[in-house]
């Protein structure tokens, strides 16, 4: 998957589908893929972010959000690598602007589901 994929899920991208997602499917994620899909999703809400970035945010949030992948999600273990492979992508695009607060954060919505932080640590 190129980043340029990514912008073909944009449309499924709402706010209310990626917490209907987290809701249903948060602890199959791992704490690894919910704390990066936390930290973009905050990145998102940041004013300061240029629109480019917060567009290849929305395509790979969409892709998590999207019922049909490269691999399905209710594949026990393997169905949420490749969602992790397209938040990694934007977690590169939007490093410069994840702050200490965002990563703080997200590490709390984490916390909540897995308490504990110990997951959380950004994608590469």
Not at 81 to 98: H, K, M, Q, S
Request: charged residues 20%; hydrophobic residues 50%.
């Amino acid at each position: 998957m190129k980043k340029t994929d990514l912008f073909a899920f944009a449309g499924n991208y709402s706010e209310e589908s990626l917490m209907d997602k987290i809701a249903r499917f948060g602890k199959k994620m791992g704490g690894k893929l919910l704390f990066n899909v936390y930290v973009l999703y905050y990145v998102l809400m940041d004013s300061h972010v240029p629109i480019k970035v917060k567009l290849e945010i929305i395509g790979a949030l969409g892709y998590v959000i999207a019922p049909l992948d490269l691999i399905p999600d209710w594949i026990p273990v393997a169905g949420f690598t490749d969602d992790l492979a397209a938040i990694a992508f934007a977690v590169e695009t939007a490093r410069a602007y994840i702050t200490p607060d965002i990563q703080h954060k997200a590490e709390q919505k984490v916390y909540q589901i897995f308490h504990t932080t110990e997951a959380c640590v950004l994608a590469d």
